[in-house]
């Protein structure tokens, strides 16, 4: 259903775009993140989870910037985790006022089990497009993502 707004032709195109955008893509988030409850956590600590098993341990800043998350947001995801023994803060040696955040043995097990399904659901849901139209999608999603960044550069 496109947008219902009487305006000129450029802004119910650019509706429109806007409303199929968000709808497929809390669409796709549905099906894929919906068996994260089966392990017992939300988006926000798997993508922790996830950021600290490919990228290594990450301070608390970073890894906010990395799942799109503010910084008090990311303290209480954090907590949790740690509440569960899936993560641990780490001083940092350099600066003692720093604290790393790194996965450990438990979270890592968790996230090597689970992730090779997750991959599984995604690429399923991308098999209704081509190569070529998930080239498109990824480029064109980088270029309207990246938009603000380029305006003020």
């Not at 985790?81 to 604290?99: A, F, I, T």
């Not at 450990?104 to 081509?130: C, D, Q, W, Y």
């Not at 080239?135 to 305006?151: M, Y």
Request: charged share 30%; aromatic share 6%; glycine share 6%.
């Amino acid at each position: 259903m496109g947008t219902k707004y009487e305006g000129t032709k450029k802004e119910k195109r650019a509706l429109d775009a806007f409303i199929k955008l968000v709808r497929a893509a809390q669409s796709v988030s549905d099906r894929v993140e919906s068996p994260f409850s089966e392990i017992g956590l939300s988006v926000s600590q798997f993508g922790v989870l996830e950021a600290l098993h490919h990228l290594g341990p990450l301070y608390q800043k970073d890894l906010a910037s990395k799942i799109l998350k503010s910084t008090s947001n990311i303290t209480m995801v954090v907590d949790n985790l740690e509440k569960q023994d899936l993560v641990e803060r780490v001083r940092d040696e350099q600066d003692r006022r720093h604290y790393s955040v790194r996965i450990t043995a438990k979270g890592s097990a968790l996230i090597t089990s689970f992730f090779p399904g997750h991959v599984r659901r995604i690429v399923n849901e991308m098999s209704v497009l081509t190569k070529a139209e998930q080239d498109e999608l990824g480029r064109l999603c980088r270029k309207v993502g990246l938009q603000e960044r380029n305006a003020k550069g």
